[in-house]
C-alpha cells in the first residue's frame, strides 16, 4: 500500500504531472499547462490539504471538476484564472449548499490537475480520488454513471464571465450537449458537475488515484537518477504487467469526428503486437496467433520508452521509438458487465470479450 | 553566377564558394569570440583560392545567438505585452523560465484588451486609450524592447500590428517584436520565442552590422543573408529583427548541404565530428522536424527544429574496455596532441580508424592489438547503425549520406542502409547548405470551414505562404509551395481546420 498524499505542495506538482501523463494511457493531454496554472496558485495561496474519501462525512458536498473542448485552444487560450472558482460558485449557489471538498474526475492526462488551482485558490481540500483512474475521451465515461449518479447539474463557464448551467436527463445527453456549449465558450471551458455527497464519493469513485500518479511520478523521477530499472519501478507502483517490448515499426493515425484514431505495431524477434487507440490506446493484441489480446480497456495500457520509462502518448508515436507496452489492472468499479460497457473496448466498436488484463498474462506466461 | 555560404560553428568557421551548383573553392578557419573576425579570415582564405566575379549572395549561418542565450549573455531587457484580456492571466510571461535568463529580461509584463478567440472572433476589442498608458510606462522604465503577443494572432495578426503600431508611438525608438511572426499555435512558447527574440535584437544589430563591415572591408558588394532554422534564408536587415530564427541552423545546414552534394532528397544524414555524430532524416531535401517542444538554454520553445539525434561518437571519442566502449569523453580538438596516432597517450576513435587504413591523416600508423581494432570498429558501427535505425521514418534499407571530418570512422558495409554516399567536399557539407539555401514563406492557422470549404482554405494559405516568401525577398517566378498539411482540431464536433503551408524561393 502506498502512502496516502496530504498536502500537495508546489515542488510536487511536477512529479504529480508526470505521474498523470503515465496514467493518460497514451491521450488525456499534456498536463504541462495545468501543472504551471496549478503551481503559481500554490505559490499565491499555499498548499493543497489532500482528504482521503473515509474521511469525510456522508452528507459532505463533494464537486468533481474538469476542462472540456480541445486541448489545441487550451494551449492557445491560457485561461483567465477564475474559471474554475465561477463554476464551483455557480454550482453551489444553484444546489444551495457550500462545498465541503472538490475531487478530479480524471487522474490521466491534463484534467488530473485542474481543480488542484481551484482547490488552493478557495482554499478547499480536494479528494484522493478520481472517477476513471485513466483517461476517457468523454464526459459520461467515469464511474459514478454506473452507481446512477447524475453529472446534473453541471456549470461550464468561459473567460469572458459567462456560466451556463446544464441539466439533463442522462449523462450521456450530458456529453453531448456540454460539448456543444463549449464551441459556443471558445472551444474549451471549465466544468462543475457530478455533485456528490461522501457517502457517494466512497462508494463511486476510485480512491487513492492522487497518491498513484504522485507516487507513479516520484518512483520513475528516482529510477531515472539512481540505479533502477525506470520500468520496474512504474511496474511496482501500478501493480501492472510487462506485456511487449520492442520497436515501433508502423504507425497508423487519422482524425474522426475531432477523435485522434488509429493504430501502431510494434515488433522484436518476429513478433509483432498492434495497439488500437482513440485518443487513448484501447487493446493490444498480437498479430498472427489468431490476434490474441494482451491488454484490452477498462484495463490500462501504457506505452512507455523502454530505456528512459517517459510515456509515450499518441501525439508522439514515431517509427523507431524503443518502447515497452505495460498493462495495469483497472479499478474493480470497470469490471461489472455494465463497467465493461461503458468504458470497454466493445464501447469504441471492438468484439473481443473483456478478459482481465492478469488472467491474460497468465496465459501468456503458461504458453510462451 | 557564385554564392558564398560560410557556417560558424563553436570550434570551427567553414566557408565555401559556389559557382552555379558547383564548389570551386573552400576553407576552414578557427571560430573567433567575436565572429565576424573569423568570418573575415575565412572569406581573405576563399577569396585568394578563387577570386570571384559575380557573387549573387553570401549566405551566414551562425550559431552566435542561441549561444547568446544559453550563456546568458547580451540580453536586452524586454516588455512583455499580451493581448489577452479577459482571458489569459493564468499564467504570466516568462513563467517557468530558468531565473538567470528571468532577470536579465526583467520583470517587465503588461496585459492588455485584445486577441481572437480560435474561430477569429475578437475576445475583446483592442482599447488604444490602455495601450497609450502601457506605452508610457514601458517609456517611463526606459525600455525600447516590446514583445507582443495576441491569443491566436496565428490566426488573425490584426490586434499584433495595431497594437504595435500604437506602442512604437509612445515608446521612443521602440523595437517591436510580434509573435504571430516568430512562432506558431502555443501561446507560451511562441511568447517565449518573442522575449527571446526582442533580448537579441541589440546583439542582432551589432553582430549583423560588424558582418556587414567584414564585406564592406573586403570590397564585397553583394547580397548577406542568415540561415534560418528551416534550411531557408533570411535578409539581413530581416535577421536584424530575428535573430531567434537562426537558432538551430547549425544541424540544418549540414543536412541540407548533404541532400544537395549527394543529390539525394530522401534518407538519412550522419555527421560525424570531434565530439558527436548529429543523425537526422531528410524528407524532400529538408530535415524532418521535430514534433515536441524544444528548450532553448531552458527557455520551452514551438520553434520548427530539425529532429536531430546526438550521440556520443566522434573522430576524438575515447575507446575504453578493451575496444567494447567508444565516448562519450572525447579529446575534441585536442586530437592532434593526445591520440596515439600522433604520439598521444590516449586511444581514440580515430586512432582505430587508422589502425583500419580507412584514414591516414596522422603520421604515423599505431600498433595496437588487433582483437581491439576490431571490437572497436564494431561498436563504432553499431552505435552508427543504431542511430540510423532510430531516426527512419519506415521500415525497410534507407540511402545514407556520411559527413562531417569523422565520417572516416566507418565503412560502406552499414546495416540498414540501402546505399552509403560520400558525396565530395563532405567535410564543407554545413557551408555548402548555407550557401544553396532559398528564401521561404510560412503559414500555420486554423480555418473555419464554415464559410469556405477545405480546398478554398488550403488555397488562401497557399497565396499568403507565396507572398511572405516574396515579401521576404524570393524571386517570384521560382516560389513554389513544399509543404502543405491539415489537421482538423482535435476533441471538437466543429469544422475548425489548422492548415500549415510552406513556400521557397531563390534569393
Not at chain 2, 539525394?264 to 531528410?282: C, E, H, R, S
Request: aromatic residues 6%.
Amino acid at each position: 500500500m502506498i502512502d496516502p498524499l496530504k498536502q500537495i505542495r508546489f515542488e510536487d506538482m511536477k512529479t504529480l504531472a508526470t505521474g498523470a501523463a503515465i496514467l493518460g494511457t497514451g491521450g488525456g493531454g499534456d498536463p504541462y499547462r495545468g501543472r504551471l496554472i496549478a503551481e503559481l496558485a500554490i505559490a499565491e495561496h499555499g498548499p493543497i490539504r489532500v482528504v482521503q474519501p473515509r474521511e469525510l462525512a456522508d452528507d459532505d458536498l463533494v464537486v468533481p471538476m474538469w476542462n472540456i473542448g480541445a486541448p489545441v485552444i487550451g494551449i492557445e487560450r491560457i485561461e483567465k484564472g477564475d474559471e474554475g472558482v465561477r463554476a464551483l460558485r455557480a454550482l453551489e449557489e444553484f444546489l444551495g449548499q457550500k462545498a465541503v471538498a472538490l475531487s478530479p474526475v480524471e487522474i490521466g492526462g491534463s484534467n488530473s490537475t485542474m481543480p488542484l488551482r481551484v482547490a488552493s485558490m478557495t482554499g478547499l481540500p480536494v479528494v484522493d480520488c478520481d472517477g476513471m483512474g485513466r483517461a476517457y475521451p468523454e464526459v459520461q465515461m467515469i464511474t459514478p454513471t454506473l452507481f446512477g449518479i447524475p453529472a446534473s447539474p453541471a456549470v461550464l463557464t468561459d473567460t469572458a464571465g459567462n456560466a451556463i448551467l446544464l441539466q439533463t436527463v442522462d449523462n450521456l445527453q450530458m456529453e453531448r450537449i456540454a460539448r456543444a456549449v463549449c464551441v459556443q465558450l471558445g472551444g474549451r471551458s471549465a466544468m462543475a458537475g457530478y455533485p456528490m455527497s461522501g457517502r457517494q464519493i466512497k462508494r463511486a469513485m476510485i480512491p487513492g488515484t492522487l497518491s498513484l500518479a504522485f507516487h507513479l511520478g516520484r518512483a520513475l523521477e528516482e529510477a531515472q537518477t539512481g540505479q533502477d530499472d525506470p520500468i520496474d519501478a512504474i511496474l511496482k507502483v501500478t501493480r501492472g504487467f510487462r506485456l511487449f517490448s520492442g520497436k515501433i515499426v508502423d504507425v497508423n493515425r487519422r482524425l474522426e469526428k475531432g477523435w485522434a484514431r488509429g493504430y501502431f505495431d510494434v515488433e522484436n524477434q518476429g513478433k509483432t503486437v498492434r495497439v488500437d487507440f482513440q485518443n487513448e490506446f484501447l487493446i493490444a493484441r498480437e498479430l498472427g496467433r489468431g490476434g490474441r489480446v494482451l491488454c484490452a480497456a477498462p484495463d490500462l495500457i501504457m506505452s512507455v520508452d523502454s530505456h528512459t520509462g517517459e510515456p509515450i502518448t499518441t501525439e508522439m508515436l514515431r517509427y523507431g521509438y524503443r518502447v515497452t507496452l505495460l498493462g495495469m489492472p483497472c479499478d474493480p468499479r470497470w469490471r461489472t458487465p455494465e463497467g465493461i460497457a461503458l468504458g470497454g473496448a466493445g464501447y469504441f466498436g471492438y468484439e473481443e470479450a473483456y478478459v482481465p488484463v492478469e488472467t491474460l498474462v497468465k496465459w501468456l506466461i503458461a504458453n510462451g | 553566377m557564385m554564392r558564398i555560404g560560410i557556417d560558424v560553428g563553436g570550434t570551427n568557421t567553414d566557408a565555401v564558394l559556389l559557382d552555379g551548383g558547383r564548389v570551386v573553392a573552400k576553407c576552414k578557419t578557427p571560430t573567433t569570440a567575436d565572429v565576424s573576425t573569423g568570418i573575415t579570415r575565412a572569406l581573405e582564405t576563399l577569396l585568394k583560392q578563387q577570386r570571384p566575379v559575380d557573387i549573387r549572395a553570401i549566405m551566414i549561418g551562425t550559431t552566435h545567438f542561441v549561444n547568446a542565450v544559453i550563456e546568458q549573455r547580451d540580453l536586452a531587457e524586454v516588455a512583455a505585452v499580451r493581448l489577452c484580456l479577459p482571458a489569459g492571466e493564468a499564467v504570466p510571461p516568462r513563467t517557468d523560465w530558468p531565473s538567470g535568463v528571468r532577470q536579465l529580461t526583467g520583470p517587465h509584463t503588461f496585459f492588455a484588451h485584445g486577441g481572437r478567440e480560435f474561430d477569429g472572433r475578437p475576445l475583446s476589442p483592442l482599447d488604444p486609450q490602455e495601450l497609450r498608458q502601457i506605452g508610457q510606462e514601458i517609456a517611463r522604465r526606459g525600455l525600447r524592447q516590446i514583445a507582443v503577443t495576441g491569443i491566436f494572432s496565428t490566426l488573425q495578426a490584426e490586434d499584433e500590428r495595431r497594437a504595435g503600431r500604437a506602442l512604437s508611438e509612445v515608446v521612443p525608438g521602440a523595437q517591436i517584436s510580434l509573435s504571430h511572426q516568430i512562432g506558431r499555435t502555443g501561446l507560451l512558447e511562441r511568447e517565449n520565442a518573442t522575449l527571446l527574440n526582442a533580448s537579441l535584437r541589440p546583439l542582432a544589430e551589432q553582430t549583423i552590422s560588424a558582418f556587414e563591415r567584414a564585406l564592406e572591408q573586403l570590397n564585397l558588394k553583394s547580397a548577406l543573408y542568415l540561415t534560418q532554422n528551416d534550411g531557408t534564408i533570411m535578409r539581413a536587415a530581416f535577421a536584424r529583427e530575428f535573430p531567434v530564427l537562426t537558432f538551430a541552423s547549425g544541424p540544418t545546414n549540414s543536412m541540407r548541404g548533404a541532400a544537395y552534394l549527394s543529390g539525394l532528397k530522401d534518407g538519412i544524414v550522419v555527421d560525424i565530428g570531434g565530439t558527436t555524430t548529429d543523425v537526422g532524416a531528410l524528407i524532400n531535401g529538408f530535415p524532418r522536424e521535430a514534433s515536441v517542444a524544444v528548450r532553448v538554454g531552458g527557455v520551452r520553445t514551438n520553434f520548427r527544429m530539425p529532429d536531430v539525434l546526438s550521440i556520443g561518437l566522434g573522430g576524438g571519442s575515447l575507446v575504453t574496455a578493451g575496444g567494447a566502449k567508444i565516448g562519450p569523453l572525447s579529446v575534441g580538438h585536442r586530437l592532434t596532441q593526445e591520440a596515439l596516432s600522433f604520439g598521444g597517450p590516449v586511444l581514440t576513435a580515430s586512432d582505430i580508424a587508422i589502425a583500419r587504413g580507412f584514414a591516414n591523416f596522422a603520421p604515423q600508423r599505431p600498433q595496437l592489438d588487433p582483437e581491439t581494432v576490431t571490437r572497436a570498429s564494431e561498436a563504432i558501427k553499431k552505435m552508427v547503425e543504431e542511430a540510423i535505425d532510430r531516426m527512419k521514418i519506415a521500415r525497410g534499407a534507407v540511402p545514407v549520406i556520411l559527413v562531417g571530418g569523422g565520417s572516416v570512422l566507418v565503412d560502406d558495409q552499414i546495416q540498414g542502409a540501402a546505399a552509403v554516399y560520400r558525396p565530395a567536399h563532405f567535410e564543407a557539407a554545413n557551408a555548402v547548405g548555407a550557401a544553396i539555401a532559398q528564401i521561404s514563406g510560412e503559414v500555420d492557422r486554423v480555418y473555419e470551414l464554415t464559410s469556405l470549404d477545405r480546398t478554398a482554405a488550403l488555397a488562401d494559405a497557399k497565396r499568403q505562404a507565396i507572398e511572405r516568401a516574396v515579401a521576404a525577398g524570393a524571386q517570384p517566378e521560382t516560389v513554389e509551395i513544399v509543404d502543405v498539411f491539415d489537421v482538423p482540431l482535435a476533441y471538437l464536433p466543429s469544422q475548425a481546420t489548422r492548415v500549415h503551408v510552406k513556400a521557397v524561393g531563390d534569393a
